[in-house]
């Protein structure tokens, strides 16, 4: 995955840290299958959600810990708990 993932990176700059910062600046939530990153083997939500943090992009991941917090939040509240991992992604950013 690492490999496959640098030698995309290295498409886009010669220098590491502006490549990743250009594709996470275009890398949208929305659609992160079809991305050419969220297409490599081994690459879930979570990871591409992580990286698009490492390039700098303000968001969110997640993650098992995130999504307990989060509910356990919503159902003290008397909301319905969010299961889909890109709904709550896509709660978190707002």
Avoid: C, H
């Amino acid at each position: 995955m690492a490999r496959d993932m640098a030698s995309y990176l290295s498409t886009l700059s010669e220098d590491d840290k502006l490549a990743l910062r250009g594709w996470a600046s275009n890398a949208r939530l929305e659609g992160w299958r079809e991305d050419l990153v969220g297409r490599i083997k081994d690459v879930g939500l979570v990871i591409f959600q992580y990286l698009r943090m490492m390039g700098g992009v303000d968001t969110v991941m997640s993650d098992k810990i995130v999504k307990r917090v989060v509910n356990e939040i919503s159902v003290k509240a008397g909301l319905k708990p969010v299961e889909d991992d890109i709904e709550l992604s896509r709660r978190l950013s707002r």
